[in-house]
């Protein structure tokens, strides 16, 4: 079969930055791969290779944020998606402003569209990836910020709207 990421390509993706923590290490990873899959109770998924030092730091404490970037927010994506927490802080620099949580012990991000804390419900090993499944304990969102978009890997804003679903 053909590589499927010519087709996947095609969803349009909104950025979070999954945060945990775990004793005193705090970190953060980009995800494009992440779904809301229940109103009551509030269930999201998000989906993480095992090979993310994000990835135990979840399986061992059990709950993680999701900080759903907003459109001036690039760079957190790239500083967050680039690097990974096994080798430095990507907090020292200051480009991710860590925001301490109201339930969960690690922090969500300042500045973002919406913000969740969500403890593990279930984490399904599949394919590559594996599936967290994140109960939503507490949430902000703040109304005057636009979601980031990517797609075919490529950041966008959001544009002209062609229609109204609700
Ligand atoms: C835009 C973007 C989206 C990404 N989406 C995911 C994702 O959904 N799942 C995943 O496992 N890695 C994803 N990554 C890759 C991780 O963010 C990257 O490997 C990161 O360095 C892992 O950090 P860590 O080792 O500190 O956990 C993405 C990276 C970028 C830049």
Not at 28 to 53: D, G, K, N
Request: proline residues 4%.
């Amino acid at each position: 079969m053909e590589d499927v990421s010519k087709a996947t390509s095609e969803f349009a993706e909104s950025v979070a930055i999954v945060t945990a923590k775990r004793g005193d290490k705090v970190n953060a990873m980009t995800a494009a791969w992440t779904v809301p899959v229940s109103h009551r109770p509030a269930l999201v998924v998000v989906h993480i290779a095992p090979q993310r030092f994000t990835h135990d730091m979840i399986v061992e404490s059990k709950e993680f944020g999701l900080s759903i970037l907003a459109d001036d927010q690039v760079d957190l994506s790239q500083h967050a998606g680039t690097l990974s927490g096994r080798k430095l802080d990507k907090f020292a620099s200051g480009i991710l402003k860590s925001k301490q949580s109201k339930v969960i012990e690690a922090p969500v991000l300042e500045g973002c569209a919406a913000t969740m804390e969500c403890k593990l419900e279930k984490a399904i090993s599949m394919g590559d990836h594996t599936i967290f499944v994140g109960r939503v304990v507490a949430l902000e969102k703040d109304p005057d910020k636009k979601p980031l978009i990517l797609h075919r890997g490529v950041y966008y804003k959001l544009g002209e709207t062609v229609g109204r679903y609700y």
